[in-house]
């Protein structure tokens, strides 16, 4: 259970695409948002302490293909994490495209999407184009 006066975590998406930051994890600095998202208190304030300080890293797994034709990955993202001192927020920044409580990424998702409405695709085909494990299981189709 959750104590009243804990802040929720906040999610911040960065500016960087999912390939360049699985190339190389950016520096604290370099995706240090701006704000906190939860109290608005700046994160560089002049003349000040950095108000949000830099909390580490923390893994993220990743489905699915990087690319619309390539193949179907599983992938794991370090997410930067920082603290703000004003209230207390932990705020977690990731590439563009990384979505709170999802296991793939939003164009995924949307690429799923398009094969489904727009291109007629069953669920099973989909499955074998965005999913990277190609077991599943006893209720597969023979």
């Known amino acids: 259970m959750r104590d009243q006066n804990q802040s929720q975590a906040k999610i911040v998406q960065s500016q960087l695409d999912i390939k360049r ?5 950016p520096s604290a600095e370099a995706v240090r948002p701006g704000c906190c998202p939860a109290c608005q ?4 304030p002049p003349g000040l302490p950095l108000g949000l300080w ?3 890293l ?5 489905r699915g293909p990087l690319e619309p034709n ?10 930067r ?3 703000c001192r004003s209230c207390k927020a932990t705020v977690t920044v990731g590439p563009r495209g990384v979505l ?6 939003a164009g995924v998702i949307a690429l799923a999407l398009c094969l489904y409405g727009l291109l007629g695709w069953n669920a099973f085909s ?3 184009r965005i999913c990277p494990w190609k077991v599943m299981g006893d209720a597969a189709p023979g």
Do not use: K, N
């Not at 930051?21 to 994890?25: A, G, I, S, V």
């Not at 709170?100 to 990424?105: I, V």
């Open 100 to 105: 709170p409580r999802r296991l793939y990424a």
């Open 70 to 79: 390539g193949p179907p990955q599983l992938v794991e993202v370090q997410l």
């Open 21 to 25: 930051w699985l190339q190389q994890t």
């Open 81 to 83: 994490r920082y603290q």
């Open 41 to 44: 208190a700046p994160s560089r």
């Open 54 to 56: 830099g909390h580490g």
């Open 58 to 62: 923390r893994s993220r797994q990743l």
């Open 126 to 128: 989909i499955r074998e």
